[in-house]
């Protein structure tokens, strides 16, 4: 049974510093990887998504890496800002229906 | 392009009543999930629909949970009758290749 885990549930930074989140997961036959964003009261938005085939992926400040067979993958978010304050969730695809797995999530805030 | 609709937004209801979610997808978007997120926990899939049809709904509380999905485009999630452990927040999300988005969820209290 695949199990997403996300190790620290919460992180603090101040503004300006290099933001690390990991993801590790048990099952390394996985189709796909996605980073979200979730706010307070809010729905969940798509940042990177990673098939299984690629090492990483980039999109403006957020890079995001994948190691399938130590089961990992990091997000870093370069030179944090505190609209960066959110909860980041990472999610495992098995297979291309589009079912995802989800971690629980790390909740980071951005201190200015 | 607008997103996934949800409502109601919030909602309280005592043990054992009934309860429905709506949700409008994007347009042109064949496949809808519910998923359910307790507090502190990361979503959990109830259903996926392809069209109007269910393509898996392992986890979904089969006795109490029900959902439809009415021609390809809306559905509705259903709880009959509600337990405590309910308590959570329902998301309604659609993708189009792979690429998800989800509604801002229902967030459902059972007193």
């Known amino acids: 049974k695949q199990e997403v885990t996300q190790i620290p549930a919460a992180l603090s930074v101040p503004e300006g510093e290099n933001l690390v989140l990991n993801c590790s997961f048990t099952?390394?036959?996985?189709?796909?990887l996605q980073w979200f964003r979730q706010d307070p009261g809010k729905g969940l938005t798509s940042l990177l998504l990673?098939?299984?085939?690629?090492r990483e992926q980039t999109s403006g400040r957020l890079n995001a890496s994948l190691d399938k067979s130590s089961g990992r993958s990091t997000l870093y978010i370069a030179a944090s800002q505190p609209g960066d304050s959110a909860t980041y969730l990472c999610?495992?695809?098995?297979?291309?229906?589009?079912?995802?797995?989800f971690g629980a999530g790390t909740q980071v805030v951005v201190t200015p | 392009e607008a997103g996934v609709a949800q409502s109601p937004r919030y909602k309280i209801i005592e043990k054992r009543q009934s309860v429905a979610f709506w949700c409008n997808p994007i347009?042109?978007?064949?496949?809808l999930y519910w998923y359910q997120q307790i507090l502190g926990q990361g979503p959990k899939l109830l259903i996926q629909f392809q069209n109007n049809g269910v393509v898996d709904d392992s986890q979904l509380p089969k006795d109490r949970f029900s959902a439809e999905r009415l021609k390809g485009v809306d559905s509705t999630l259903k709880i009959q009758p509600a337990k405590l452990e309910d308590s959570a927040v329902y998301l309604c999300?659609?993708?189009?290749?792979?690429?998800?988005?989800f509604g801002q969820g229902t967030r459902l209290t059972v007193v």
């Open positions: 990673i098939q299984s085939s690629q």
């Open positions: 999300a659609s993708s189009l290749e792979l690429t998800y988005f």
């Open positions: 099952d390394s036959a996985i189709y796909n």
């Open positions: 347009s042109g978007h064949a496949t």
């Open positions: 999610a495992v695809a098995p297979d291309s229906w589009g079912k995802l797995q």
